[in-house]
């Protein structure tokens, strides 16, 4: 039997953080890929502005990113868990999930590399696909290799269980119109892959999220999502 290593715990460094539309986990879409058209900056810390580190990073067209759940502050270990994907109604093992809830609060997120820029905060990378927070650390970026990271007869568990159907979107021109054009493809498709917490789908309930400084509110009935109201961030909504 090997030896173990000198020790069972690591330290890990914060090498970038990322940057978009999204200041809380409300709203975010539950897997990577799913908005393509998100876009969000990687910023690196100063330790780690040498572009040297990101020479030959162009020539892919995909990365993964290793990051940190950083809101996810929960001590313990929870074996099981209830994916949204399942309506939160069941439970499964938490090594058969992508939950939060895991003994290292570690996340790994494929990206669309869009673009590479030079600028006084060193190199920023812009990506797309991101299913991460304003603000979330990175750990590790590597690169995507088709060759060995792509597997066309994978299955995919339970998620090849549960069929989902997008809801319908209503949208009241006097709250879109508050909407910038270029956020609107994005903020649509967040409202279709209904936002709400997996245990809350009550008719009567406004909900609401922070997007692109905006408080988005709606309520859901019968597979049709209606926007109640739109506010700046920091204005104080109107009771339903």
């Avoid at 290292?104 to 060193?122: A, D, M, R, W």
């Avoid at 812009?126 to 603000?135: F, P, Q, R």
Wanted: with cysteine; charged share 20%.
């Amino acid at each position: 039997m090997p030896a173990k290593p000198p020790t069972d715990s690591w330290t890990l460094k914060t090498i970038a953080y990322i940057h978009n539309d999204f200041p809380t986990k409300f709203g975010l879409p539950r897997q990577s890929g799913m908005l393509e058209g998100c876009l969000s900056t990687i910023v690196f810390e100063t330790a780690y502005r040498n572009a040297d580190a990101l020479r030959g990073i162009e020539g892919y067209s995909h990365i993964w990113l290793i990051w940190g759940f950083s809101q996810m502050a929960r001590e313990g270990f929870t074996p099981m868990v209830r994916p949204p994907r399942l309506g939160g109604n069941r439970r499964i093992g938490v090594f058969a999930t992508r939950s939060p809830n895991r003994p290292n609060p570690l996340g790994l997120t494929c990206v669309k590399l869009e673009s590479i820029t030079h600028t006084q905060q060193g190199t920023v990378l812009t990506v797309s696909g991101a299913d991460m927070m304003d603000g979330t650390p990175i750990y590790d970026i590597k690169p995507y290799l088709a060759y060995a990271d792509a597997i066309p007869q994978a299955t995919g568990g339970f998620t090849d269980e549960s069929d989902f159907e997008p809801l319908q979107v209503v949208f009241p021109e006097q709250w879109l119109s508050m909407i910038p054009q270029d956020r609107r493809a994005t903020l649509f498709k967040v409202l279709q892959n209904d936002p709400r917490p997996a245990y809350q789908h009550s008719a009567e309930r406004v909900y609401g999220f922070f997007y692109a400084g905006l408080n988005v509110r709606f309520r859901v009935a019968d597979r049709v999502l209606t926007v109640w109201e739109i506010t700046p961030m920091d204005a104080a909504p109107h009771s339903p």
